[in-house]
C-alpha cells in the first residue's frame, strides 16, 4: 500500500504500517500489528499535496507520542504552521517538545476555516488522556478520533469494508484504553450524537468508511452501566473449600433487601467477566486464602484490574481461610487502601476449616459491608 492515500476528494491518509509491532507501549499485545494514522486536509486554496511551507495548521487530537512523536521535525517543515489543539495538549506539548510551538488552544464547539472547509472540534477528554479531541470535517461529514473507535490491527488495506470484520480488536482496545474512562466515552458521544458522519478516522487501525455509526454504536453499549438498583459482587478463591464456605456466609449477612449479592469463583470468570462486575458494584467483597504468606496469583491479578477500571465504590470488604501464616487479608487491606477503600468491618480469617463462630462473623461482615451500600449516597 501506498504511504499516501486520497480517501476522499483531497483528504489524505499519511500514516505509517507497523504490521510486526507485537506489544504496544510496552504494554498491550498487538497481534495484528497497528497502524498510525495520519491525515492531511487541503482547504480550496491549496492545489498541491503539499508544500510543506504552506501548511498553516497542525490539528494534534491527541500528544500521545506515538501521534505527536514527529511534530517537532513535521514543524521544522512547516515554519508557518499553528498547532491546533486543546489546552491539556498545549500544556504536555511543553515537556514533549522542548522548542517552542505555536498553539492556538481551542474551545469546545470552535470552527476553523481552512478557507472553503471548515473544522468543528469536540473537547472530548480522557479518551484516553486529558488532552483528547474530535475534529468535524464538516463539509465531507469525516470525523477524526485520535485513539477513540481505532484498533490495533494492520491489515491489507485501509478501510474497514476491505477487511474482516475486527470488533473484537476494537472491544479489546477499548479495554486497554477507554475503559476506565466510561463516562467521559458518553459524554463524547452524547457531544457528537446528531451529527452528519460519513466516515470516522481514527488514529489507529482500520478507517471506518463501512456503518461507521457502528462503532460509536459499540462504544455506547460498552460504556452504559449493565445493572440497576444496587449489589455487592464477591469475588473468591478456595483451593480447599474453607474460603467457599466463609464467602457462602457472607453473602448470607450481605443480602439485605435492596442488596443484589453477586458472589462468583474467581476461576469461572473471565478478566472481562471480572472488570465488568466489579465496575458496576457498589460495594465489593474479596475472599482471599493465604498460599505460601501470599495472596494467590488470580487475586492479584484481580487486585491489579481495579486500577485499570472506573469503579463505583469505594466500600470493601475482607475475609480468607489460611493454614499457619494468614498474611493474604492484611496485604489485600493495604492494596484497597492505597486505592481509598474503606471498610466497614475488620476482616474475617478462619485457621484452615472456619468453626461456627467465625461463620457468625462472616455474616455479620456481609451485613456491616450492605449496610454502607445501602447508605452511601451516589
Ligand atoms: Fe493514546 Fe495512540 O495514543
Same mark, same amino acid.
Not at 504490521?19 to 506489544?23: A, M, N, Q, T
Not at 485513539?147 to 484498533?151: E, P, Q, R, V
Not at 469463583?265 to 473471565?270: E, G, P
Given at each position: 500500500m501506498n504511504d499516501i492515500v486520497e480517501i476522499q476528494p483531497d483528504i489524505y491518509w499519511i500514516g505509517a504500517l507497523h504490521?510486526? +509491532?507485537?506489544?504496544f507501549d510496552d504494554l498491550f499485545p498487538t497481534k495484528n500489528g497497528t497502524t498510525y494514522n495520519s491525515y492531511l486536509v487541503r482547504g480550496k486554496e491549496v492545489k498541491r499535496l /503539499?508544500?510543506? &511551507?504552506?501548511?498553516d495548521y497542525i490539528i494534534v487530537n491527541h500528544t500521545e507520542p506515538d501521534h505527536s512523536g514527529a511534530l517537532a521535525l513535521l514543524l521544522e517543515h512547516c515554519p508557518k504552521a499553528v498547532v491546533v489543539c486543546t489546552q491539556s495538549a498545549a500544556n504536555f506539548l511543553k515537556n514533549l517538545i522542548h522548542a517552542p510551538v505555536t498553539t492556538h488552544v481551542v474551545k469546545d464547539g470552535e470552527v476553523l476555516d481552512l478557507g472553503g472547509r471548515q473544522l468543528r472540534f469536540f473537547?472530548? #477528554? $480522557?479518551?484516553?488522556? *486529558?488532552?483528547t479531541m474530535f475534529t468535524l470535517l464538516e463539509e465531507d461529514r469525516v470525523l477524526f478520533t485520535c485513539?477513540? $473507535? @481505532? &484498533?490495533h490491527y494492520c491489515g /491489507? @488495506?485501509? $478501510?474497514?469494508?476491505?477487511? #474482516?470484520?475486527v470488533t473484537a480488536d476494537m472491544e479489546f482496545y477499548f479495554d486497554c484504553l477507554v475503559r476506565p474512562f466510561k463516562d467521559k466515552v458518553l459524554s463524547a458521544i452524547d457531544k457528537i450524537r446528531g451529527e452528519q458522519i460519513d466516515m470516522i478516522c481514527p488514529?489507529? @487501525? #482500520? +478507517? +471506518?468508511? @463501512?456503518? *461507521?455509526?457502528r462503532a460509536v454504536a459499540l462504544y455506547e453499549q460498552w460504556s452504559? #452501566? &449493565?445493572?440497576d438498583g444496587k449489589n455487592i459482587v464477591l469475588l473468591y478463591l478456595s483451593p480447599h473449600g474453607n474460603t467457599a464456605k466463609m464467602s457462602e456466609a457472607v453473602a448470607r449477612g450481605a443480602s439485605l433487601p435492596g442488596i443484589e449479592v453477586i458472589r462468583r469463583?474467581?476461576?469461572? +470468570? /473471565?478478566s472481562g467477566e471480572i472488570r465488568s462486575l466489579m465496575e458496576e458494584a457498589d460495594g465489593l467483597i474479596f475472599g482471599i486464602p493465604t498460599i505460601n504468606r501470599d495472596i494467590p496469583k488470580p487475586v492479584w491479578d484481580v487486585l491489579a484490574y481495579l486500577s485499570t477500571i472506573h469503579l463505583k465504590t469505594a466500600i470493601a470488604g475482607l475475609f480468607g481461610s489460611y493454614g499457619w501464616s494468614g498474611e493474604a487479608c492484611k496485604m489485600a487491606e493495604d492494596r484497597l487502601k492505597g486505592l481509598r477503600f474503606t471498610f466497614p468491618a475488620p476482616f474475617v480469617r478462619a485457621a484452615f476449616a472456619p468453626r461456627a463462630e467465625v461463620l457468625a462473623q462472616c455474616e455479620d461482615l456481609g451485613k456491616a459491608v450492605a449496610e454502607a451500600v445501602l447508605h452511601n449516597k451516589p
Open positions: 504490521p510486526d +509491532l507485537r506489544i /503539499t508544500d510543506p &511551507a504552506m501548511v473537547i472530548a #477528554p $480522557f479518551l484516553h488522556w *486529558p488532552d485513539d477513540a $473507535f @481505532g &484498533a /491489507t @488495506g485501509l $478501510f474497514n469494508d476491505e477487511m #474482516p470484520d488514529s489507529h @487501525g #482500520p +478507517l +471506518l468508511r @463501512g456503518n *461507521p455509526l452504559r #452501566p &449493565a445493572r469463583h474467581i476461576n469461572d +470468570l /473471565t
